[in-house]
């Protein structure tokens, strides 16, 4: 009952508002250690393991990945470094989701590669996303790896059987994903990874700043629209929280990459 409690706390705490992204870096690495050994004997609570696979997920692509981005024109190996890193992290988040969904549906990973993958229960569709987007930023990040990359579609289905089940989930988060993968697989289609931008700045109605990024990097800078790409970035800076915005982090980490994106506009196109 103490263990079920604490792992319910702790999940709750996932979802509160924070703005202030470096106190969000400096006590992401306490959380993340101690929920993971809170989730350890119940790795079936989707709520616990959804929010340690995101934890690890945004710690990655916001505080690591990020931070390579950034240092690659000065230093290319050691932003080479934090790139391994971050697909550590990133397999760690995939990881924990994958447990936790094989833990409440036996076999569930095997599943995954047939077309006989079992359904979610809506309580289970945070669980995916995070597995699946976590499994999109290892396989990015894993180019020079065969096997990784191989793994593109068990991710692409992950993230399907999420939007199969909760489409609206995370504000236009999870369409925006969907538009990564769809544009990212071979023979995907540009036009329904459009429409997927496109539903999630629907779904986002003005507040989620991922999804205006999603589009500037996903549709705009492969086509070499740079205005295209420069009004989406802008309009991503733009975006304001309202108090007590569950999306206020993830929004502040997106708007600090616009800012950096629209600074290296130049050298992009």
Request: hydrophobic fraction near 40%; aromatic fraction near 6%.
């Given at each position: 009952m103490v263990m079920g409690s604490l792992a319910d706390e702790l999940a709750t705490q996932s979802r509160s508002s924070e703005n202030d992204l470096e106190l969000a870096r400096e006590a992401s690495a306490f959380y993340l250690k101690l929920s993971e050994s809170v989730l350890?004997?119940?790795?079936?609570?989707?709520?616990?393991?959804?929010?340690?696979?995101?934890g690890f997920t945004q710690y990655a692509y916001a505080f690591v990945a990020f931070d390579a981005d950034r240092l690659e024109a000065t230093d290319s190996r050691a932003a080479q470094r934090l790139r391994e890193r971050a697909a550590r992290l990133y397999a760690r988040g995939r990881d924990h989701a994958l447990e936790a969904l094989e833990a409440r549906h036996a076999g569930f990973r095997a599943a995954l590669a047939t077309p006989a993958h079992p359904a979610l229960r809506?309580?289970?569709?945070?669980?995916?996303?995070?597995?699946?987007?976590?499994?999109?930023?290892?396989?990015?990040?894993?180019?020079?790896?065969?096997?990784?990359v191989a793994d593109l579609p068990l991710a692409i289905r992950l993230a399907r059987l999420a939007w199969d089940?909760?489409?609206?989930?995370?504000?236009?988060s999870l369409a925006s994903l969907m538009g990564s993968f769809e544009?990212?697989?071979?023979?995907?289609s540009p036009a329904q990874a459009l429409a997927y931008y496109d539903e999630a700045l629907r779904l986002g109605q003005g507040r989620n700043a991922g999804a205006f990024v999603a589009k500037a990097e996903g549709i705009?800078?492969?086509a070499g629209d740079k205005a295209a790409f420069l009004a989406l970035l802008n309009a991503a800076v733009a975006v304001k929280d309202a108090p007590g915005s569950a999306l206020a982090l993830a929004n502040e980490v997106m708007r600090r990459r616009a800012a950096w994106l629209i600074d290296s506009a130049d050298d992009l196109f």
């Open positions: 350890r004997p119940q790795p079936g609570h989707a709520g616990l393991a959804a929010a340690v696979a995101g809506p309580d289970e569709v945070a669980l995916a996303y995070w597995g699946a987007a976590a499994w999109g930023g290892l396989i990015s990040l894993s180019k020079d790896d065969p096997d990784t089940t909760d489409p609206t989930f995370g504000n236009g544009a990212a697989r071979p023979g995907g705009a800078q492969p």
